[in-house]
């Protein structure tokens, strides 16, 4: 078992309350890929209690492209709702409603399903009118991080809605949207995961963490599958910080799952980059970024 940091030597108190330091003024960001963000639910057959009743089972990301809308999310969270269509929590009044579309996935892993897809990837595209509410909250191209493998000791936020918090009663549900900071690992330490960062993020998740001064278990992160690994631009380990106005939320990457602490190797969570989503659109409606500089070339 690795030692743990001695939470009242000198430099140590000192190096926490630099990190939360940096961490608050990252959450007073304004919060534009948080508010993109949705919890996603199915009606499970497996689950004979609550049969005909739907259950929270990931997140996703409410993306615009042109006149069209997308919801960004992990394949495996749509392995449950097979050929149903998607159930989303998405207006005020917290009602869980159908939204149908097409989906454009990753291929399945040889287990014959996205369980060991290494890129997990889906891409949903909306064919429905929605509401103003999410015209109003998608992200567009200019909420990406464009920075590949960027790698500087930026803060990011996985963020998403953990099952645990997800209330429902009747039709209706009230989750929990949380976000978790923390930074890129190395981009050396990514052979030992077997992750390649062209394609993957690898971001620190141990087992324990540090809150108000104590160590505390790690929250469990089921449910914010395919969710967004948010980088908060401007926020940054190694530089100084930039003015709250000058510091922007952008959206990295898309929650794929966790590796637990193992063989003297700390814990991670694992996201797939957004250009892999953005790569799936392009594949399957060829055209649409045509009046643009190639997009996935930016």
Known sequence: MKPKIDLKEPFNVLALNFYHKKIQHALNVFPKIENATLPIFA?????????????????????????????FSASHVFDDIGDKQLLIAADETNEVIPVPGERFSSKKGLSGTHEDDAVDASVYHLQTKISERLKKIALTLDDFDWSEKLNDRSIYFPSGFRV????????????????????????QDYKKYELD???????????????KGRWHLAPKLNGISGGPIIRIDGVNLELPTKDIKDCKQLLTAITIGQQSEKYGKPGILIGTRIMVHLGLINQFLPGLFDDKTDVLNK
Do not use: C, H, W
């Open 43 to 71: 009606i499970l057959e497996s689950d004979s209690k609550n049969k005909n009743i739907p259950q929270q089972i990931g997140s996703g990301v409410i993306v615009a492209i042109k006149n069209e809308y997308f919801i």
């Open 164 to 187: 645990s918090q997800s209330k429902r009663k009747g039709n209706m549900v009230n989750s929990k949207q949380e976000v978790f900071p923390t930074v890129e690992i190395l981009e």
């Open 197 to 211: 960062p062209d394609f993957n993020i690898a971001l620190a998740y141990e087992k324990e963490t540090i809150i």
